[in-house]
């Protein structure tokens, strides 16, 4: 089986920088995905790592360490617009994707 | 521009009456997935086709089933749909090529049960 564990919530204010924890425990592990989606909207990609470290991408940044089952999701210089949920999902062999329950971050003025 | 399509975005039935979501898509990838998302949880998968190859997820139920006539549709139908099955239902792609990671989601069908 595979589990996924993210915060519920995290709050932060515009031009600080939040970082998304995500755990896993899974068998057949292939990659790490990164999605947000706004309220009433599809998901759409952030990042993904496939191997460990970090994977740069404008402001969001994500990283991965296969050792400690362990990665994060980095957003830097938030606007109000990156107000969502972030999903971290974990990659099968088959490539389908096992997704986390999910973190809804705030972001105030 | 290359997108994912699924019609209609809100779909309201009656219990127990046979329901098909239809999900298109002009990007050409050879996989196509079907999740359904309850409120304010996790996406999650049903099933997914590699080209004609259907993958069924393990804790799927059978009244769900789809259908993919062709690279370019897919339908979900919900033989007879129950309270719980209210949803959002995504469809999604992806290429299917080694290193290419992203799934490019559809805007989702909302669906009611009366």
């Known amino acids: 089986g595979q589990s996924l564990e993210q915060p519920s919530e995290v709050t932060a204010v515009e031009g600080a920088i939040v970082q998304i924890n995500c755990t896993y425990q899974t068998s057949g592990f292939y990659g790490l995905s990164w999605y947000q989606q706004h309220d009433g909207g599809a998901p759409t990609f952030l990042s993904y790592n496939g191997l460990d470290g970090l994977e740069e991408t404008g402001r969001f940044s994500s990283f991965l360490s296969r050792s400690d089952s362990y990665g994060y999701l980095l957003l830097q210089e938030l606007q109000m617009k990156d107000s969502a949920s972030y999903f971290c999902a974990v990659k099968r062999r088959d490539s389908t994707l096992t997704f986390g329950k999910g973190t809804m971050l705030l972001v105030s003025p | 521009d290359a997108m994912v399509i699924q019609n209609p975005r809100y779909q309201v039935t009656q219990f127990g009456k046979p329901v098909t979501l239809s999900c298109s898509q002009t990007?050409?990838?050879?996989?196509m997935y079907w999740y359904q998302q309850k409120s304010s949880q996790a996406p999650k998968l049903l099933f997914h086709y590699y080209d004609k190859d259907f993958n069924n997820e393990a804790d799927t139920p059978d009244n769900f089933q789809s259908r993919r006539p062709n690279t370019s549709f897919c339908f979900l139908d919900i033989r007879s749909p129950g309270l719980g099955d209210a949803a959002m239902y995504l469809c999604?792609?992806?290429?299917?090529?080694?290193?290419?990671?992203?799934?490019?989601f559809g805007p989702g069908t909302r669906l009611l049960v009366l």
């Open positions: 990007l050409n990838h050879n996989v």
């Open positions: 999604a792609t992806s290429s299917g090529t080694s290193g290419e990671e992203t799934q490019y």
